[in-house]
């Protein structure tokens, strides 16, 4: 018996061993793929304050938790302050991430603008309200980046969310449109940064278990998650499923644009485009075949693999 009890704990060590490496070897991964978006496009500088925008789901607890870990080992000075809006959803848990940022010792505020009152009102019953709501909530934390006079806004979104944005444009809005990594906001004013922009969606997802984060549902409003976007997550998980490498082939020529071989004629000057009589990069190839191969050219995006 005694055996028996001994040889259960020596394989209840070993698991014990081999989670703490894999938790280990996750943390690492997302640190490097962060401090990668950060330099590669230059989103934090000395001196930055950067406001965390805090919703109380995975993504932005990933974050927030990342960029203490980052800013300990930075090179360079800048400040963190998260920030949620609490837009008084039925049930939300008003005392759940004060608490928590108080306990990890992060300095916070917290805005009350009761923008549900608003969404109900103008939305009709059955209606997506998350269109309305993200406007109103992009106001609001326009206005308190610059009470605050936070240098950039950073937001949770990661490569899933930056895949999927891509898709819904071309599909449903018939623009090669994005959601890039680092852009100013349409007031002019500020700068906003996606530092999880090489993260994939399932290693948030299995941090936040590590990490026990205390998540707040996003359903509280009643609203549901936009159809489309569904769908496009799930074309997505099955090409992920059925042919391995599309869809990090998919993210990497997003950074990988060639706009002599598009159509958009503001991006390109074909109007005035005349022969040089010189070679040149990316020339026409119309009478050459096209490249095709029997599997998946997988581009290795430097910092995505472990």
Not at 126 to 137: D, F, P
Not at 197 to 207: F, I, L, Q, S, T
Not at 284 to 305: H, M, Q, R, Y
């Amino acid at each position: 018996m005694n055996d028996v009890l001994h040889d259960d704990a020596a394989i209840s060590a070993k698991k014990a061993e081999k989670l703490a490496y894999e938790n280990n070897k996750l943390h690492k991964r997302l640190c490097r793929q962060v401090g990668q978006a950060i330099g590669d496009f230059n989103m934090i500088e000395e001196g930055d304050k950067v406001m965390v925008c805090l919703s109380g789901g995975k993504d932005s607890y990933g974050l927030l938790d990342i960029l203490l870990t980052l800013r300990e080992r930075a090179p360079i000075h800048f400040d963190i302050i998260a920030v949620n809006l609490d837009q008084k959803q039925p049930n939300f848990p008003a005392h759940v991430l004060p608490e928590y940022l108080t306990k990890i010792g992060v300095p916070f505020h917290i805005e009350n603008q009761d923008t549900y009152s608003i969404v109900k009102r103008v939305i009709p019953e059955g209606k997506t309200t998350c269109s309305l709501c993200s406007r109103l909530r992009r106001g609001i934390l326009y206005r308190v980046a610059d009470e605050l006079g936070a240098t950039k806004i950073a937001l949770g979104h990661h490569r899933d969310d930056i895949l999927e944005t891509f898709f819904l444009n071309m599909f449903f809005g018939a623009k090669l449109k994005g959601m890039p990594p680092k852009l100013q906001s349409d007031d002019g004013k500020h700068i906003v940064i996606r530092p999880l922009a090489y993260v994939k969606e399932a290693d948030m997802e299995r941090y936040a278990e590590v990490k026990q984060f205390p998540i707040i549902p996003c359903d509280l409003c009643g609203s549901q998650e936009n159809l489309q976007r569904k769908q496009i997550k799930a074309m997505l998980r099955e090409w992920e499923r059925k042919h391995p490498g599309r869809v990090e082939n998919t993210f990497s020529a997003l950074s990988t644009v060639v706009p002599s071989h598009l159509m958009d004629r503001d991006l390109f000057g074909f109007s005035g485009l005349q022969a040089t009589g010189e070679s040149v990069p990316n020339g026409d190839i119309a009478f050459d075949e096209e490249p095709c191969s029997t599997g998946v050219n997988v581009v290795k995006f430097s910092g995505l693999d472990d």
